[in-house]
């Protein structure tokens, strides 16, 4: 009891930019499950404020992927917008698309941390470069519509829950918990639709 009263009090002292980043984002993640490219405006606003919000928090490395967010919103939007018919049905990786993004996420992790760890004053400089690198391609996926894209982002999610708490950020951890949640039904929205383009074919 005495661990909820303590997030309850952290939550009630929360900055407005904080709730305005969580909300745009909590919107962004709900909407690209949907499928709709209006997730891509919540996703620029949302992680336009989160640029800010890791930077004074010494989240380095997040603060440049929020920053790298705020571009591929920009991106995603064009894309979604001018994808043709053809183009627009969720795509699914092979094996060996997965092996060589996870072992090229994974080294420029290994090599980011570093890095950060023996250069700056991060904060968990090795989770923080785990959740850069891979919410760079996972983003990309996203841009592409591939399937899996959900799957890297359920471990980066529950990574980020721990992170964010480590620096007081109590309400974006617990928007990183509602995220799983929602990474979890976006695969299943999204693997669904992707059966019933295979049986359209």
């Given amino acids: 009891m005495s661990f909820l009263t303590g997030v309850w009090d952290a939550i009630k002292v929360?900055?407005?930019i904080?709730?305005?980043?969580?909300?745009?984002?909590?919107?962004?993640?709900?909407?690209a499950a949907k499928r709709?490219?209006?997730c891509w405006l919540f996703a620029f606003v949302g992680?336009?404020?989160?640029?800010?919000l890791c930077y004074i928090?010494?989240?380095?490395?997040?603060?440049m992927l929020q920053l790298f967010y705020v571009a591929m919103a920009v991106v995603g939007w064009i894309s979604w917008r001018n994808s043709r018919p053809e183009n627009t049905n969720i795509k699914k990786w092979g094996i060996n698309n997965h092996v060589l993004n996870i072992l090229i996420s994974g080294l420029a992790a290994v090599i980011f941390g570093s890095i950060f760890d023996n250069y700056t004053s991060q904060v968990n400089p090795y989770l923080d470069a785990f959740t850069t690198c891979y919410s760079l391609s996972a983003t990309f996926m996203v841009t592409r519509q591939i399937l899996g894209n959900w799957i890297y982002w359920i471990v980066i999610d529950l990574v980020s829950i721990y992170l964010y708490a480590q620096r007081d950020y109590n309400l974006t951890a617990i928007q990183y918990g509602i995220f799983t949640?929602?990474?979890v039904l976006g695969f299943l929205a999204w693997r669904n639709e992707y059966k019933?383009?295979?049986i359209r074919r």
């Fill in 14 to 16: 929360t900055s407005l």
């Fill in 18 to 31: 904080e709730w305005l980043a969580v909300a745009s984002s909590v919107i962004y993640v709900i909407l």
């Fill in 36 to 38: 709709l490219i209006t």
């Fill in 47 to 52: 992680s336009s404020l989160f640029v800010y």
């Fill in 57 to 63: 928090g010494e989240l380095y490395l997040e603060s």
């Fill in 181 to 183: 949640i929602l990474a």
């Fill in 196 to 198: 019933n383009q295979v």
